[in-house]
């Protein structure tokens, strides 16, 4: 599970590097740090997500808002 989890971060950062604007990418990096054992950067990633769309209640939820 980690080599997986470790191999789909390195591609979601990728995307990023291309779309640093994409709410969906944020969030899935959020779940792939949370998988990964790393609740910091997971609710970066979420709370970057929510930024980009607010009134994305599955993030509220996820954030406690």
């Known amino acids: 599970l980690f080599h997986y989890t470790t191999l789909l971060r390195s ?3 990728k995307a990023l590097e291309v779309i640093n604007s994409d709410q969906t990418i944020h969030e899935h ?3 792939i740090y949370e998988a990964m054992g ?3 950067k997971a609710k970066r990633e ?8 607010p009134e994305n209640e599955n993030l509220k ?3 406690g808002k």
């Open 11 to 13: 591609q979601i950062k």
């Open 29 to 31: 990096l959020g779940y």
């Open 38 to 40: 790393e609740p910091k």
């Open 46 to 53: 979420w709370e970057e997500a929510l930024k980009l769309e």
């Open 61 to 63: 939820n996820k954030l």
